[in-house]
């Protein structure tokens, strides 16, 4: 017995303080969740690593609808569950195409998000189209605009509602357990949706979130659960996310909502590999550019988060870019600008990026006024302390103290000038954005009117 207790305080021990993890043992922790734990095992953030995160206790493996998660206990392998103080939940993202289990994650739960996010109305015209595209065929248009009809899923996917019921089991079996949520990709959607179904009571119990590169499901959710999202950023639950990753992009639907705290990440573009034929090196980085391949971290660990503003250009200048607007316009790039489901997301962004450059500029020109406000009133207070003295001197007293017009009022104004006018620049390069989308919106239009008289 003696023996056992002797044990069980070394491995207490070498348990590591998960509150005390950087961000990027947090990321390393996420990773974990694509590895092949059995339940008892010990988890450890790093190969060859002495200190542990803890113990595999649940494992689920759910075959009809693609899940798979762990619950990690940051206690010693056989605690009772009532004595277990802080738990893990792990969602793993989708299996790579071709490995077991691969159809349940791609067909049931990211195409159909994909085909909701982009939309029914918009989804059957794009489809409509790449038949057209791919094929003159009539039949095939037909064909293909019958299928849509019937594809266009509403609601949460099966693979959601499973993830929130494994939540639901871990606090139920561990009842006075903190719990951390942590997923990447589907593995994110899936822990924002079971975070997202937590009860008001369950709530106080959700230590954290880290949820990596993983699309926005809060369109999925009913009255209640975006109630609980909204509360879910005081929770300390993050949704981290890299711009360059294509599969991220929908967050900036800001009407959609988000679930917790949005974290836009300061990231790298992803090296291209340089094996392979131009498509699988295209693939290639974009894969690694989802897999934390852009993230930056500190010497001590804390992760790079970008300015808003930064998410906005980026995403800009790339949407034209993909478009056509800018750049060689080759065929390729104009197929690309007749797809009306791109299109639609566009115009939407668009309009957002408009409204947050005007923000911005409403934002400079209060500054401005503050800085010229300041410098008055200093001025002055210090007349009103020097009466006996004369203006120069009292500018020259000023001066000396490093308080002048120009570092207080001209050099500030500057900037914020010159933020003034790239913002304005920006609206404009919207502006025209918004006009090219509609107009080539229009023609796409008119021809689905067409096909659609032919039938």
Same mark, same amino acid.
């Given at each position: 017995?003696?023996? *056992?207790?002797?044990?069980?305080?070394?491995?207490?021990?070498?348990?590591?303080?998960? $509150?005390?993890?950087?961000?990027?043992?947090?990321?390393?922790?996420a990773q974990q969740e694509y590895k092949d734990y059995k339940v008892g095992e010990e988890v450890k953030l790093e190969k060859g690593r002495t200190s542990l995160a803890g113990f595999v206790v649940d494992k689920v493996d759910n075959k009809k609808t693609g899940e798979q998660s762990y619950v990690v206990?940051?206690?010693?392998?056989?605690?009772?569950?009532?004595?277990?103080?802080?738990?893990?939940?792990?969602?793993?993202?989708?299996?790579?195409?071709?490995?077991?289990?691969?159809?349940?994650?791609?067909?049931?739960?990211?195409?159909?998000?994909?085909?909701?996010?982009?939309?029914?109305?918009?989804?059957?015209?794009?489809?409509?189209?790449?038949?057209?595209?791919?094929?003159?065929?009539?039949?095939?248009?037909?064909?293909?605009?019958?299928?849509?009809?019937n594809i266009i899923p509403t609601g949460p996917t099966p693979q959601l509602k499973s993830s929130a019921e494994t939540l639901q089991m871990a606090l139920k079996k561990y009842p006075n357990a903190k719990v951390t949520v942590y997923g990447h990709s589907l593995g994110s959607m899936d822990g924002q949706?079971?975070?997202?179904?937590?009860?008001?009571?369950?709530?106080?119990?959700?230590?954290?979130?880290?949820?990596?590169?993983?699309?926005?499901?809060?369109?999925?959710?009913?009255?209640?659960?975006?109630?609980?999202?909204?509360?879910?950023?005081?929770?300390?639950?993050?949704?981290?996310?890299?711009?360059? *990753?294509?599969?991220?992009?929908?967050?900036?639907?800001?009407?959609?909502?988000?679930?917790?705290?949005?974290?836009?990440?300061? $990231?790298?573009?992803?090296?291209?590999?340089?094996?392979?034929?131009?498509?699988?090196?295209?693939?290639?980085?974009?894969?690694?550019?989802?897999?934390?391949?852009?993230?930056?971290?500190?010497?001590?660990?804390?992760?790079?988060?970008? *300015?808003?503003?930064?998410?906005?250009?980026?995403?800009?200048?790339?949407?034209?870019?993909n478009l056509g607007l800018v750049g060689s316009g080759n065929s390729k790039e104009k197929m690309l600008l007749q797809y009306p489901g791109l299109i639609s997301y566009a115009e939407k962004m668009s309009t957002i990026m408009e409204g947050e450059m005007r923000d911005i500029v409403k934002i400079c020109?209060?500054?401005? $006024?503050?800085?010229?406000?300041?410098?008055?009133?200093?001025?002055?207070?210090?007349?009103?302390?020097?009466?006996?003295?004369?203006?120069?001197?009292?500018?020259?007293?000023?001066?000396?103290?490093?308080?002048?017009?120009? %570092?207080?009022?001209?050099?500030?104004?500057?900037?914020?000038?010159?933020?003034?006018?790239?913002?304005?620049?920006?609206?404009?390069?919207?502006?025209?954005? %918004?006009?090219?989308?509609?107009? %080539?919106?229009?023609?796409?239009?008119?021809? *689905?009117?067409?096909?659609?008289?032919?039938?």
């Amino acid at each position: 017995m003696k023996s *056992d207790k002797n044990t069980k305080n070394q491995i207490n021990k070498n348990l590591e303080d998960w $509150s005390k993890y950087t961000d990027k043992q947090r990321m390393q922790f996420a990773q974990q969740e694509y590895k092949d734990y059995k339940v008892g095992e010990e988890v450890k953030l790093e190969k060859g690593r002495t200190s542990l995160a803890g113990f595999v206790v649940d494992k689920v493996d759910n075959k009809k609808t693609g899940e798979q998660s762990y619950v990690v206990a940051n206690s010693p392998m056989g605690t009772k569950p009532t004595d277990v103080k802080e738990i893990a939940v792990l969602y793993q993202g989708s299996k790579e195409p071709g490995n077991k289990g691969w159809k349940e994650d791609w067909i049931h739960n990211n195409v159909n998000i994909g085909i909701q996010k982009i939309g029914g109305k918009v989804m059957k015209t794009a489809i409509s189209t790449a038949a057209i595209i791919t094929s003159p065929s009539f039949i095939k248009v037909a064909a293909a605009t019958e299928l849509s009809k019937n594809i266009i899923p509403t609601g949460p996917t099966p693979q959601l509602k499973s993830s929130a019921e494994t939540l639901q089991m871990a606090l139920k079996k561990y009842p006075n357990a903190k719990v951390t949520v942590y997923g990447h990709s589907l593995g994110s959607m899936d822990g924002q949706f079971a975070l997202a179904s937590v009860s008001e009571k369950q709530l106080k119990r959700i230590k954290g979130g880290y949820l990596y590169q993983g699309p926005n499901v809060f369109f999925t959710l009913n009255a209640n659960q975006k109630d609980i999202a909204s509360k879910l950023g005081k929770r300390n639950v993050h949704n981290y996310v890299d711009v360059r *990753d294509l599969v991220t992009m929908k967050y900036f639907e800001r009407k959609e909502g988000v679930i917790g705290r949005l974290e836009l990440v300061d $990231s790298l573009e992803a090296p291209e590999p340089e094996d392979g034929g131009p498509i699988k090196k295209k693939l290639k980085k974009y894969t690694n550019q989802h897999m934390w391949g852009g993230y930056q971290f500190r010497k001590d660990g804390s992760l790079k988060l970008a *300015d808003p503003l930064d998410g906005i250009v980026y995403l800009f200048n790339d949407l034209s870019k993909n478009l056509g607007l800018v750049g060689s316009g080759n065929s390729k790039e104009k197929m690309l600008l007749q797809y009306p489901g791109l299109i639609s997301y566009a115009e939407k962004m668009s309009t957002i990026m408009e409204g947050e450059m005007r923000d911005i500029v409403k934002i400079c020109r209060a500054a401005i $006024s503050e800085c010229d406000r300041t410098y008055n009133n200093g001025l002055n207070s210090a007349r009103s302390i020097g009466r006996k003295l004369s203006e120069s001197e009292i500018l020259s007293a000023l001066d000396s103290g490093g308080c002048t017009r120009a %570092s207080i009022v001209t050099y500030p104004s500057e900037k914020y000038e010159k933020k003034i006018d790239s913002s304005q620049q920006m609206i404009k390069k919207f502006e025209s954005l %918004s006009k090219k989308l509609k107009q %080539s919106g229009e023609k796409i239009s008119s021809a *689905d009117r067409k096909v659609a008289g032919i039938f």
